[in-house]
């Protein structure tokens, strides 16, 4: 009996495709290894597509980005990043670029198409790497390939090839001859069954796509958002419950209250009950409370986080359609904070000043403002506006404080202009003494002598000054001012007489009064002097000079010893009134001869006093002075007496 032995040969597998496997599974291992957490930490390796304009054009709107989680991230380094617990939006990736990295460890970050820096804050901990490769459009393969019909064709392909044997599995091998069949098995050892290599490349593919399927994370869309990211302004669907965004728009605002829309957007394809979160505390709200809303119902308030859905008449929105409600936010009363103040003299005289001042921010808030007004303020730097007191005549504002040290005052606005922001300004208006706090100023003098007798004289001063802006003056007398430089007007005392002026001070030693402007003269300027005037005693111990005399003969007799009369003319070059003495003496001229010699003093003159007379052989000098009301001459101004012998 012959018993048929079908012999069925091994397959063998070349070395390349050995080497293929090894590496196949080794990638395998390595890319489960980056990408899945393990208990030393988060993944190296991960995946995020990309949702909004905010990082236009370095990132488009679905792009597939593969990060790497490393030690550091520079300035400069694109990141993606959950958005820190406690914040608005917590929980969320954000794709930006790094601009600032703190002392602290935070990170500054801002996104490419976007004009404002972000409001969060993350640490190390908080990013899930940086972008290390970017797949244009690779979002949208990563959505079509991780769709269930396409995983079930997938896991359909996958168990087809795991269980379905190649075609030619059943064939029976050539037949060889024996010996040659033996040779080979004494070199080579038995190799078990193994996957088919097409299989492990799609297992292969099927793994890589789950992993990266298991960390994906989208973008936060902050490009179109105003002042405040999340909180103002558009925010993203991946920012609500629901696939919708909302847009905020003032309709009124004022500084306590505004007034706001709020529209609602699906941008699915199908009906959505929608629910957003609001922040009504950020710029440019700044809202405490709501004082009234319409058309939404609220689910839970605080001013950072106010949850709202629906009324019952519109909680379902249509694809691609809207709808609009509003409310009114209540703001509460701020601190006071330092406004720039700047001051328009609006009426200046001689007396006072009134002025308009006005209070201005930069701030894009509303403040309450307070405004100091003092030495360096614009407007009133001038010496003649500064302040000594608090006016009394002010409008439309409230006191806090006056200074008189420094000449600070401190204000506030009262309930009609207290708030104000940048281009929103406040005005006040005040009037106050001018020249109150201005430091004295020397002013030039100019006198002039209105009346005068040997027993007092009296002047007419005018105070001035080349100053284009006023100043207030005071001003000095003493035995070299102009006008007053000879001796008989030297003062010896205060002046009992004078008129719109004060005295300051007066030293005897010199004869110098300094004197000052009263509250209604005190300022002056360029072309407004100020004028006063004064009376004084002529100056009794002035010294006497010697005047230039001319006499006249009357009733005149020739013969030795007769008698005769003259008149004494006595005059001077002085341009001031000096006390003047006259001498008569042989050598005079018309004295001069025996006939008109004086042998002793002559008992009969007039309009003068004798100070002394001495006579000798042929000889005689006799010194005469005024009489006191006729005792000054000035070139121009002589004065005469007589005698009769």
Known sequence: MMVELKIRARRRRPWLRRLFSMLSWLSTIVLLALALPTPLGPPH???????????????????????????????????????????????????????????????????????????????????????????????????????????????GILTAMAVLKRPDEDEDPPIRPRWRSRRRKRHRKPTPPVVPIAS????????????????????????????????????????????????????????????????????????????????????????????SSYGVTTVSFQPDLWRVRGADYNSIIAPNQSYEWGYCGARSETSLVDATASVNVTQSDAQQYCATVTVSTASTDWIRWRATLDHSTPGITDSAYWLAAQPTNSNNMTNISFNAGTGSWVVRG??????????????????????????????????????????????????????????KWKATINHSTTGLSGNTYWLNAVPTNFSNVATVSFDSSTGTWVVQGLSYNQ??????????????????????VDATVSVSLQN?????????????????????????????????????????????????????????????????????????YNDLIKAGSPQSFGFCR
Not at 45 to 62: A, I, K, R
Not at 256 to 267: F, G, I, K, P, S
Not at 439 to 457: G, H, K, N, R, W
């Open 200 to 291: 492990r490349a799609v297992a292969l593919a099927a793994v890589t796509g789950l992993v990266l399927g298991i960390v994906p994370a989208r973008a936060a869309d902050l490009g179109t958002l105003a002042s405040a990211d999340i909180y103002t302004g558009t925010t993203a669907a991946s920012l609500a419950q629901n696939p919708v965004s909302y847009e905020q728009h003032l309709t009124s605002e004022g500084p306590l209250q505004y007034c706001a829309t709020v529209t609602v957007t699906n941008h699915s394809s199908a009906s959505v009950e929608w629910e957003i979160t609001l922040n009504i505390s950020a710029q440019p709200y700044n809202a405490s409370s709501v004082a």
């Open 414 to 471: 009262v309930s009609s202009n207290e708030y104000i922001r940048s281009g929103t300004n406040a005005t006040f208006g005040y009037c106050a003494p001018a020249g109150a706090a201005a430091p004295y100023i020397d002013a030039t003098l100019s006198v002039s002598i209105t009346s005068q007798d040997s027993q007092q004289y009296c002047a007419s001063v005018t105070a001035s000054t080349t100053s284009p802006t006023y100043v």
């Open 45 to 155: 390796l991960g995946v995020t597509v990309v949702s909004g304009p905010s990082m236009l054009p370095t990132y488009d709107p679905q792009d597939l980005l593969v990060t790497w989680r490393s030690d550091s991230y520079p300035v400069g380094t694109p990141i993606v990043y959950g958005i820190p617990a406690g914040e608005a939006g917590a929980g969320l990736n954000v794709v930006h670029r790094v601009i600032e990295v703190r002392p602290d460890g935070t990170h500054v970050t801002q996104g490419d198409n976007n004009d404002h820096i972000d409001p969060w804050k993350p640490v190390d901990s908080d990013v899930h790497g940086r972008v290390v490769v970017r797949v244009p459009a690779g979002g949208r393969l990563l959505r079509i390939v991780g769709s269930p019909m396409v995983l079930a064709v997938i896991a």
């Open 556 to 628: 005149t007799s020739n013969a030795p010893g007769g008698q005769y009369c003259a008149t004494v003319t006595v005059s001077t070059t002085s341009t001031d009134f000096v006390k003047w003495r006259a001498v008569l003496t042989q050598n005079t001229p018309n004295l001069t001869g025996p006939n008109y010699a004086l042998t002793s003093l002559p008992t009969n003159f007039w309009n003068s006093t004798s100070i002394d007379f001495t006579s000798g052989s042929g000889t005689f000098q006799w010194r005469l002075r005024g009489a006191g």
């Open 523 to 544: 300022l002056i300027k360029s072309g407004s002097p100020a004028t006063w005037s004064f009376c004084a005693p002529t100056n009794q111990s002035a010294t006497l």
